[in-house]
Every structure is written in C-alpha cells, then in structure tokens.
Nanobody, 127 residues
Framework: VQLVESGGGSVQSGGSLRLSCAAS????????MGWFRQAPGKEREGVAV???????RYVDSVKGRFTVSLDNAKNTMYLLMNNLKPEDTAMYYC??????????????????????WGQGTQVTVSL
C-alpha cells in the first residue's frame, strides 16, 4: 500500500488549504482512511477519519472547519481545511487500514490502529 500526500503549504490565519492523499496498491473491500497531524514536540493526534462507505469522525478542535472526503474513482482522500488557525500548524499524514477488527480505532481517531502511512505534508498557519 502506498499513500502520497500533497497540498500542504503556508497560509495566514483564516485561510484555507486542501490536502490530498493518493492511495495505491491495496485490495481491501472495506477500509478506513484518516488524517493525522504532529506538531514539533507533541504526539501524533487524530484529525479526521473516513470509512470506505463514507462514515466520518472528527476531533473536536476541527469540527465545523475541516471536511474529509473520498473520491473512490480516483482512489484519493481529501481534507478541506477552512478557517485555519496557528494551532493547526503541523505535519499532516494520511493513513489507512483494513476495517476488519479496527472499528474502535476509527471511533477514537487513534493513529495506532492504522498500519499504512504516507510521508507527510507540512501545514504552517501564521497570524
């Protein structure tokens, strides 16, 4: 499984970015994908997850500002980030896992339940 993120960059507070995660090499019929982030000196945290049938979960700090989506025809997951804040600054990673036996990780947006990871894309939000 290969995951390749793109779309990161530097924006001012209140701006928007859309991250993309192109997936290849997997044959799961049912899966979870997610966005996670890690700021310097902090642990990796869950941002948003989506199931192969479109169910989504968000961490409270991004609800109403971020939207995760899937384009199954393009095997690509997106994260639309609006009203960005300086505290959103981090390296953003996409991840994937087969869904079987992993539902608790999905509902907790827990990165330890995801076995396949991209290389990350940096998001920097300035005042």
């Amino acid at each position: 499984v290969q995951l390749v993120e793109s779309g990161g960059g530097s924006v001012q507070s209140g701006g928007s970015l859309r991250l993309s995660c192109a997936a290849s090499g997997y044959t799961f019929s049912s899966y979870f994908m997610g966005w996670f982030r890690q700021a310097p000196g902090k642990e990796r945290e869950g941002v948003a997850v989506i199931s192969s049938d479109g169910l989504t979960r968000y961490v409270d700090s991004v609800k109403g500002r971020f939207t995760v989506s899937l384009d199954n025809a393009k095997n690509t997951m997106y994260l639309l980030m609006n009203n960005l804040k300086p505290e959103d600054t981090a390296m953003y990673y996409c991840a994937a896992t087969e869904s079987y036996g992993r539902i608790s990780y999905f509902y907790r947006i827990d990165p330890t339940g995801f076995g396949y990871w991209g290389q990350g894309t940096q998001v920097t939000v300035s005042l």
